[in-house]
């Protein structure tokens, strides 16, 4: 068997010992007890830091409406580490719920929901991409359709050592659309996991909006600013 069907079936194995015992009454995070079968006890969600206010990404010549439901910090950031990097679903459906509510506070018109992508080789590594997970749970929940047509070309793992500016210029190529006719004049929620220099949010936009998007709405679960 190769590595690859190993891979798959342990993922599938531990997702359905998560399945078996989610249905007890203690915190994903501290195992503490968990009021009404809550994921999150009360202690741990009172860690939870919540981020109000929308910001802009970009210059005054193209700017991007953005918004994160946290900050980067204590429990959020356990909760993206363990959907990002040990294939823990729970903890992305935590997160996703949030992401929900504010799907629903905030945006009345949105057509689509797009979210920025991974290269095939990093998403073949990984297993799948964290934030197709989110939009597709979004999509499941408020009946906006999920468009899958936005592409990564490039890998941009070496950014070590790179300027702010640097960065910001070698995000600039990575991204393409496929089928930019689905797209046109259409209001769209790009998803992704954590903001920080809002690079990659940024030309994930500008693809979709050069590509005939009509207004683009960058949604978060986090913003970090390291
Ligand atoms: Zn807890």
Known sequence: ????????????????????????????????????????????????RRSEESFYIGSSEEEYIARSVFYYSSIVKELIIRLKYKNDFICGE???????????????EIDLISYVPMTKKAQKNRGYNQSEFLAKYLAQFSSIPVICNLVKTEDTKDQIGLSGDQRWDNM???????????????NILLVDDVITTGATAFHCAHVLKKNGANNIFILTIAKSNV
């Open 1 to 48: 068997m190769g590595k690859r069907i190993i891979k798959y079936i342990k993922k599938i194995l531990y997702c359905l010992v998560q399945v078996i015992y989610s249905g007890d009454e203690s915190c994903v995070i501290c195992s503490g007890y968990s009021e009404e079968s809550e994921a999150l006890c009360t202690v741990c969600r009172k860690k939870l």
């Open 94 to 108: 935590i997160l996703a719920k949030y992401m929900l509510e504010s799907v629903k506070n905030n945006y009345l």
């Open 172 to 186: 600039k190529k990575c991204f393409e659309i496929k089928g930019s006719e689905f797209i046109k004049n259409k």
